[in-house]
């Protein structure tokens, strides 16, 4: 029996190279290969749309999005937000934690949106490109500490890179000194967002999760709260405050 037998679901072709697809669907009569073809690109699409749903934080499955009520989207979208929300408490926490440093230095205020967000980001792209990768086989859990090394490298080239871009905005909205805590703290929360960007998603595969599920608001969240005390713990110490 191959994959290609209709009288089957047809399953992941992680384990299967484009030639061996190819040479199956060759020995096809025309008419069952265009049949074949077709529940293949229903069900990709189908499982590419689930992964999406999950990257926003949405439960699966959602249904055509047209006929959906405001009481289902309501159902699919209330859990992730609500958790996410007592997530971000934790961001909160670590800004009141240095309320004296923020009073102190209000200049401060300015940079955080910029920094949390860089670290977001960061740790968005890395997920994407492992929860793709850990998809299509490219990737399994025994290359994590391979791949661990290689996205430190690249999260401080590009933690470097940034950081640079903001040290001359830092010296002139607050001089030397601000300028030395928001270009550390961007290198130091862009390799944390990385890392765990690129983590995140064989952590969840190590657990039998889907690993589309670690990606989005729920690396966002994480990040920021890595992010402001980072920011925050670097400044009370470079300022003396």
């Not at 949106?113 to 960061?122: E, F, H, T």
């Not at 933690?159 to 871009?165: H, L, Q, S, W, Y």
């Not at 040290?167 to 030397?176: F, T, V, Y």
């Amino acid at each position: 029996m191959t994959i290609f037998d209709l009288t089957q679901p047809v399953g992941p072709l992680n384990h299967l190279s484009a030639a061996d697809i190819a040479a199956q669907l060759q020995a096809l009569p025309s008419e069952k290969r265009i049949q074949v073809l077709e529940q293949l690109d229903t069900g990709a699409v189908g499982e590419a749309t689930e992964d999406f749903h999950k990257g926003a934080a949405i439960s699966t499955p959602l249904g055509n999005l047209s006929s959906a009520t405001a009481g289902l989207l309501y159902r699919k979208r209330v859990f992730w937000l609500v958790l996410l929300v007592f997530g971000n408490l934790f961001s909160g926490a670590g800004i009141a934690a240095f309320e004296d440093v923020i009073a102190a230095n209000i200049v401060l205020v300015f940079f955080l949106p910029l920094l949390v967000d860089s670290g977001g980001n960061a740790g968005a792209q890395s997920a994407t490109l492992m929860v793709r990768a850990l998809a299509t086989g490219e990737v399994v859990m025994k290359d994590w500490l391979r791949l661990l090394w290689r996205e430190c490298s690249v999260a401080l080239a590009l933690g470097v890179t940034m950081a640079v871009a903001v040290a001359l905005i830092g010296a002139m909205r607050g001089g030397w000194n601000v300028s030395m805590v928001v270009a550390s703290s961007m290198l130091i929360i862009v390799l944390i967002g990385s890392l765990i960007g690129m983590s995140l998603p064989f952590l969840f595969s190590r657990l039998r999760m889907d690993p589309a599920v670690a990606s989005g608001p729920l690396i966002t969240s994480i990040a920021d709260a890595a992010g402001v005390l980072v920011y925050f713990g670097i400044a009370s110490v470079i300022l003396e405050l």
